[in-house]
């Protein structure tokens, strides 16, 4: 599932933050001429090549509906608390065809500021490192129309 997120509180787009290895790797090979092999060391290098930003999205791993699992990485990653009645499917289609043809459902999520109830960030115990990122409109406009964008 992925959500987008829309706060009314203050007119901004909700994404998240994160770092992706395989999109590190490629950024690394392509942009410094490097090549991956194992062992190799980069840490000299800058990781924000990795840094991706995303709809709030996640797999539905836990036996949950698209609703409540969108309900859960809504509060995970973005530390809102929404209920599923809040939410408008979008619609649904096939992602990551290449490698496993899962479908997807796509929401939108409206929230205001009083439904934040924590910082978001992911879970831990799953190895997320997010960080929520806000956008008005007009930076989305931007962003959008940017030669290359570290999103998916």
């Known amino acids: 599932v992925a959500i987008l997120i829309y706060n009314t509180t203050r007119d901004v787009f909700v994404f998240v933050e994160q770092f992706r290895p395989a999109v590190y790797v490629d950024r690394m090979c392509r942009e410094k001429s490097l090549t991956a092999e194992s062992g190799d060391s980069w840490s000299e290098n800058d990781g924000k090549l990795g840094l ?29 608390k929404i209920s599923s009645d809040k939410l408008e499917k979008i619609t649904s289609f096939l992602a990551s065809v290449g490698t496993s043809g899962g479908q997807m459902t796509l929401f939108f999520a409206a929230v205001t500021d009083a439904m934040k109830v924590n910082e978001g960030g992911g879970l831990e115990s799953e190895g997320e490192m997010i960080n929520v990122k806000e956008m008005s409109v007009d930076e989305v406009r931007k962003y959008m129309k940017s030669p290359s964008i570290n999103s998916p």
Do not use: H, R
């Open 52 to 80: 991706t930003l995303e709809l709030c999205a996640g797999i539905m791993d836990k036996n949950m509906s698209p609703e409540d699992t969108a309900v859960a990485e809504v509060f995970e990653e973005c530390g809102y």
